[in-house]
């Protein structure tokens, strides 16, 4: 059973703080590692995406990726209220076009 | 202008009840899926459709049937409506080079929030 791991949170930060996402996954022939953000009663949006070692910038976020490790990041900058959000963490399944998916981690930006 | 549109956004109904849930893409995706979000968050994959054909079909009671007229609609089908069912049903869309470095992923549908009482 392929699975992908988060801790649930909360994560609280104080406004302006960075604020570190983990996600750890089981199937290491997965090639590509997307973070999305969900606010609550929405759908999930695409915020980030990477798939090669090493950390990949998109403004105030940096997705890092290590392979060996099994370890996918997400670091918030300069964090605001309104990226309070739950984020959950995908994998592309090896073989297949699905995507597995964390459980999320809530994160609080507290003004 | 809606790229991926689910319909109903709610559902309510009884037990033992027969119910649809509609998806469009209008995105030129080749590839559509239904995932179930429980009260937990989690996002679970049920079905995925690439061109009209079933390509993944994960461990979901028979009583749930998808049905892809084209590529572009993802419908699915519930019989026989039990409690376990109520949760969050997103349709999503996915490009031909999903998994690439061009990749943008899934694109989601508002969700069908179901509930079964």
């Known amino acids: 059973q392929k699975e992908v791991e988060q801790n649930s949170g909360p994560l609280s930060v104080p406004e302006g703080a960075i604020a570190s996402l983990n996600c750890t996954y089981s199937?290491?022939?997965?090639?590509?590692f997307f973070w999305y953000r969900q606010y609550s009663g929405k759908s999930p949006e695409l915020i980030m995406f990477i798939y090669s070692n090493g950390d990949k910038e998109d403004g105030r976020f940096t997705a890092q990726l290590n392979k060996a490790s099994q370890y996918v990041s997400l670091l918030i900058r300069d964090s605001q209220p309104s990226d309070s959000a739950t984020y959950l963490c995908?994998?592309?399944?090896?073989?297949?076009?699905?995507?597995?998916f964390g459980s999320g981690t809530r994160l609080q930006v507290q003004p | 202008d809606t790229a991926v549109s689910q319909t109903p956004k709610y559902l309510v109904t009884q037990m033992g009840n027969d119910k649809s849930i509609k998806c469009e893409q209008n995105l030129g995706h080749d590839t559509m899926y239904w995932y179930k979000q429980d009260s937990k968050k989690f996002l679970k994959i049920m079905f995925s459709?690439?061109?009209?054909?079933?390509?993944i079909n994960e461990t979901v009671p028979n009583r749930f049937s998808p049905k892809s007229p084209d590529k572009a609609h993802l419908n699915l089908h519930i019989n026989s409506l039990e409690l376990g069912d109520s949760a969050v049903y997103f349709c999503?869309?996915?490009?031909?080079?999903?998994?690439?470095?061009?990749?943008?992923?899934?694109?989601f549908g508002s969700g069908t929030r179901l509930t079964v009482v």
């Open positions: 995908a994998v592309q399944d090896t073989g297949r076009r699905a995507l597995t």
């Open positions: 459709y690439n061109n009209k054909e079933l390509i």
């Open positions: 199937d290491r022939g997965s090639q590509s």
């Open positions: 999503a869309s996915s490009p031909p080079n999903i998994g690439t470095p061009t990749s943008y992923g899934y694109t």
